[in-house]
């Protein structure tokens, strides 16, 4: 049940791009995606709905294909700040809220 | 408002000893999970309470473990003859039903020596 993330870990130079992937194997109702930062809280970047647009936050935006069960997040133009760990969150439309995270994928933006 | 608060914010203790975690969501969320994360590793769910549902237990990983949230409010997470396997960061988020934005506390670190 819980979503697969790729890649596990990305370093990358200031003003380059990301992609972070996260797949499922069931259908869903929605994805969530989190940010965490060294010693601190996941904070919450966006959510995706089943049947819903894409939905942006600064750079950082996001698609969800419902037929694929799968989300990606672009990070572009990647700035110092952007470092942190990445989850995906998954519900699935059974179960009413309940969110299982992917294994987190690490990013590291270099000067 | 305050957000979500963890007590106690360190938690040393001897392997079998029981421990309580304690959550206090935000007010008016319904939504209420624990997660734990292990050092460098992902949140790995553990229970799930949703206002006067039953909760989803099926995260918690033996019998060792317990919660329960009070009058729907704060939540409590109970670890019994506690392992040092146990030894983690244990955090509570909180959200109005189905979200959008689950809000997490700073977390609760347990070390089992």
């Known amino acids: 049940q819980q979503p697969v993330q790729s890649p596990q870990a990305v370093i990358l130079r200031e003003g380059e791009d990301a992609v972070i992937n996260c797949s499922s194997s069931?259908?869903?109702?929605?994805v969530h995606w989190y940010r965490q930062k060294h010693g601190e809280a996941p904070v919450f970047l966006m959510i995706?709905?089943?049947?819903?647009e894409q939905k942006g936050h600064d750079k950082i935006s996001a698609s969800f294909n419902e037929k694929k069960q799968q989300s990606s997040l672009y990070l572009t133009a990647s700035q110092l700040s952007y470092s942190g760990t990445y989850f995906c969150g998954t519900e699935l439309p059974s179960n009413t809220g309940k969110l299982i995270f992917g294994q987190g994928t690490t990013l590291q933006v270099k000067p | 408002g305050a957000g979500v608060s963890q007590s106690p914010s360190n938690k040393v203790t001897e392997k079998g000893k029981d421990v309580e975690l304690r959550c206090d969501p935000i007010s008016g969320h319904t939504a209420l999970y624990w997660y734990r994360q292990s050092l460098g590793q992902g949140l790995e769910f553990l229970i799930y309470?949703?206002?006067?549902?039953?909760?989803?237990k099926s995260g918690l990983p033996s019998d060792r473990f317990s919660a329960e949230r009070t009058g729907g409010s704060v939540s409590t997470l109970t670890i019994q003859r506690t392992q040092q396997e146990d030894s983690a960061v244990y955090l509570c988020?909180?959200?109005?039903?189905?979200?959008?934005?689950?809000?997490f506390g700073q977390g609760t670190r347990l070390t089992v020596v």
């Open positions: 995706l709905l089943k049947g819903g």
């Open positions: 988020a909180s959200s109005p039903y189905r979200g959008p934005e689950a809000f």
């Open positions: 309470f949703q206002g006067n549902s039953a909760p989803d």
């Open positions: 069931k259908a869903l109702y929605s």
